[in-house]
């Protein structure tokens, strides 16, 4: 259960030091695949930080990712679902 | 406990149908359970078909799919004829398609293979030579298989030395080679395992996710349930690639007493357990890591981890092995739990020496013990260079002999006779010693890189980047270091002509992902002429990787 839900900032800050990307900050428009060239392992890493951050993505729903973007949105929508107020 | 040994893999795979144990497939969320009397009546038709089409012993079928009920029968089916299987690599997700079909078909090629199964797709997407009459997909077989073609089996003759498996991880993708695995080992090495970890047939539920194309997944897991007919619950990679948390819920689902992975699958599995919901791993006897290095960190952190989830912290293990060996070189008997051996790790690095320290000592680090070596395997150590003797608590290159150890490259008698010293023992390229007899690795003389339990070669890299516009080519120096998320991590050292290096990283990065399917983690870009290299211009990796680790390297 998400303690409070992340900004993009702070969980784009989280993807980086999880999966130890290099580059600059990271925008939500970067592509996954083709600018970040995250390899399967990668987008394995990506869907543990996720979860340890109180999300669950399904298998279906994480092959759809194309952007920083898209994995931020579904982990948004998850959390507030997750949420006992919303 | 462990029955008598038949003859043969064949019989042993008959005897273990009657067993009453079935395989349930994870392809999709609905499990499919299927006796293994049934998956061996569906191979056995399947093998009439292959023999139809001329495969039988001595001959060898290859196989492109994914994991699913039909590629295990059709393994099955493939040894029920008597023939050798080559289980093809599937593609990675970074890869390029034109490598993929380059390394396919050159494994196809090299195997002489009768026979070539796949998944449609992959005959669609023109993987496979277009118009070769050898290649068929598995639907049209088994369709085959259903009509005249499967009611015509023909039980080949009990041969325990025939190949049962052709198992292609060594060597480069330019000069892959073929390790050639009888039947007779198979047998001999699963009695092995067997050995340290008694089978209990009626009990026992093997979890794999692993790849078929690896020997893991393929002997100890795949050919460890069919031969003593236990079950098996058996997902692609693909479902623990795109969801990691099911696998441990898979083991709790199916009440998993055995399981095996490598190292990066238990350090995600140690975070995922501690946010997710409580699960019951009580049942497991025997939770493996192997093939890449084990961090002793990791284990410690899962298996407390687990515990919170009903674990026996005695069911963990570290195991040692390779496809030369058949899989399995060294285990650890049941319920010893992971242990550690505790060495000086300066002396390590700089003398090739094992000096035991206490844990608080400031250089101490610990390495995993793997167990000795399983029943008639037989272990020296020598000093790598010279081929001298050394004794077995002194660090050296491990040599093996034994039953199980494989006898040769397919068709390579050069690489044959370079893998064998006399009297038959095997130089595994692995550094370690024994402690207490427990075998410890503390790296590798070959300078091979292992990324999530897959070796890669750094000739390959190196090519990959080399063609890249602004390096100068010959002057690449790709390397390994520890501690890596997924192994591994690749470093890779270049020197350019070119100013544009943000340009040339990128281009760098992608190359690598086209050929070997990885992101490298670290790429650092030299002037010309400074790169580590011997005087008659071979590359140096092992210096140049302790300069990278010290810094050394001047970047441009």
Not at chain 2, 146 to 165: K, Q, W
Not at chain 2, 322 to 348: H, K, N, Q, R, Y
Not at chain 2, 373 to 386: A, K, N, S, W
Not at chain 2, 489 to 501: F, G, M, R, W
Request: charged share 25%; glycine share 8%.
């Amino acid at each position: 259960m998400p303690a409070s839900i992340l900004d993009f900032d702070t969980f784009a800050h989280r993807l980086r030091q999880g999966l130890r990307i290099n580059s600059g900050p990271l925008s939500k428009n970067a592509r996954l695949v083709e600018d970040l060239r995250l390899d399967s392992f990668d987008l394995t890493e990506l869907l543990v930080v996720v979860e340890e951050l109180g999300v669950r993505v399904p298998e279906e729903t994480a092959e759809s990712f194309e952007t920083v973007g898209d994995v931020y949105i579904e982990y948004v929508r998850r959390a507030e679902a997750s949420e006992p107020d919303a | 406990m462990t029955p008598p040994q038949p003859a043969s893999l064949l019989s042993r795979l008959e005897q273990a149908a009657d067993r009453g144990a079935d395989a349930t497939f994870l392809v999709t969320d609905e499990p499919e359970r299927v006796p293994w009397a049934r998956v061996q009546d569906d191979a056995r038709r399947l093998a009439s078909a292959m023999q139809a089409r001329g495969v039988g012993p001595e001959h060898r079928v290859a196989l492109l799919g994914s994991t699913s009920r039909l590629l295990v029968t059709a393994i099955e089916a493939t040894w029920l004829a008597g023939a050798a299987v080559i289980v093809l690599p599937l593609p990675t997700r970074l890869g390029s398609e034109e490598e993929f079909r380059a390394q396919t078909r050159t494994r196809v090629g090299l195997g002489e293979v009768t026979l070539t199964l796949a998944d449609p797709e992959f005959v669609a997407a023109g993987i496979l030579a277009p118009d070769d009459p050898t290649v068929t997909t598995f639907g049209e077989l088994a369709a085959a298989a259903v009509g005249a073609a499967g009611s015509s089996y023909e039980r080949p003759s009990d041969d325990p030395d025939a190949t049962a498996i052709l198992q292609f991880t060594s060597g480069s993708t330019d000069d892959p080679k073929g390790v050639v695995i009888p039947g007779r080992c198979v047998l001999d090495n699963l009695a092995g395992i067997a050995d340290r970890v008694p089978v209990d047939q009626e009990d026992d539920a093997v979890m794999t996710w692993l790849p078929l194309y690896h020997d893991m997944g393929l002997v100890a897991n795949a050919a460890y349930a069919m031969t003593y007919g236990c079950r098996l619950v058996i997902a692609p990679p693909a479902r623990f690639i795109g969801s990691p948390a099911k696998w441990m819920e898979w083991m709790d689902d199916f009440g998993g007493t055995w399981t095996l992975v490598p190292n990066f699958a238990l350090s995600m599995a140690s975070r995922l357990l501690v946010h997710g919901d409580r699960l019951d791993l009580s049942r497991c006897r025997c939770l493996g890591s192997g093939s890449e290095p084990v961090s002793p960190d990791v284990m410690h952190r899962f298996t407390d981890a687990a515990s919170a989830h009903g674990l026996d912290p005695k069911a963990m293990y570290a195991a040692y092995g390779m496809a030369e060996a058949t899989v399995c070189i060294s285990v650890p008997p049941m319920g010893t739990g992971f242990t550690v051996d505790v060495v000086d790790g300066v002396t390590l690095e700089s003398d090739l020496d094992a000096v035991r320290v206490p844990p608080d000592h400031p250089h101490a680090r610990a390495l995993a013990r793997c167990g000795p070596p399983v029943l008639g395997m037989e272990m020296r150590i020598c000093d790598p260079d010279t081929g001298k003797l050394q004794s077995a608590d002194a660090l050296g290159e491990i040599e093996i002999r034994g039953p199980s150890v494989v006898p040769g490259y397919f068709q390579r008698p050069d690489a044959t006779a370079a893998a064998f010293r006399a009297g038959g023992w095997l130089r595994t390229g692995d550094l370690g010693y024994l402690a207490q007899g427990d075998v410890v690795i503390c790296g590798r003389l070959k300078d091979m890189i292992i990324v999530g339990g897959r070796n890669v070669f750094p000739e390959d890299l190196e090519r990959a980047a080399q063609a890249v516009e602004g390096v100068r080519t010959g002057n690449v120096i790709a390397f390994g270091i520890d501690g890596g998320r997924k192994g591994d991590a690749v470093v890779i050292v270049a020197e350019v002509k070119s100013d544009d290096t943000e340009r040339v990283k990128d281009d760098i990065s992608k190359a690598v992902a086209d050929v070997v399917g990885l992101r490298p983690e670290d790429i650092v870009l030299l002037r010309p002429g400074t790169l580590p290299k011997t005087s008659s211009g071979k590359l140096r990796r092992s210096i140049c990787r302790s300069r990278y680790r010290t810094a050394e390297l001047e970047s441009v």
